[in-house]
C-alpha cells in the first residue's frame, strides 16, 4: 500500500465537512469516483505550540535545569 501526503483546509459540506484531493494524486493513485480510500487525520497544532513556548514558568533558571540534566553523564 502506497501513502501519499497533502494538507488540505476543509470545507462547509451540508452538515458536514470535507477536503479536496489534489488531482496529482487522484492521477497518480489511480482514484476513481467510488473508490474506498483510507484518511488519517493530524490537526497542525504547531501554530499553538509556538505561542505556548517559552511560557512554562519553572520555580529553577532553565540553566540549572540544563546543569541537573547532565549531571551524572559520562563524556566518553
Known amino acids: 500500500m502506497k501513502m501519499e ?15 479536496t484531493i489534489p488531482s ?7 482514484i476513481k469516483p467510488k ?3 483510507t484518511v488519517l487525520v493530524f490537526k ?5 505550540l509556538k505561542k505556548m513556548f517559552g511560557t512554562l514558568k519553572l520555580k529553577k533558571p532553565t540553566q540549572r535545569v540544563m546543569e541537573e540534566i547532565d549531571e551524572g553523564y559520562d563524556e566518553h
Do not use: C, M, P, R
Open 5 to 19: 501526503q497533502f494538507e488540505a483546509v476543509t470545507k462547509k459540506w451540508g452538515n458536514s465537512l470535507g477536503i
Open 24 to 30: 496529482e494524486i487522484i492521477k497518480e493513485e489511480n
Open 35 to 37: 473508490d474506498k480510500i
Open 44 to 48: 497542525d497544532y504547531s501554530k499553538k
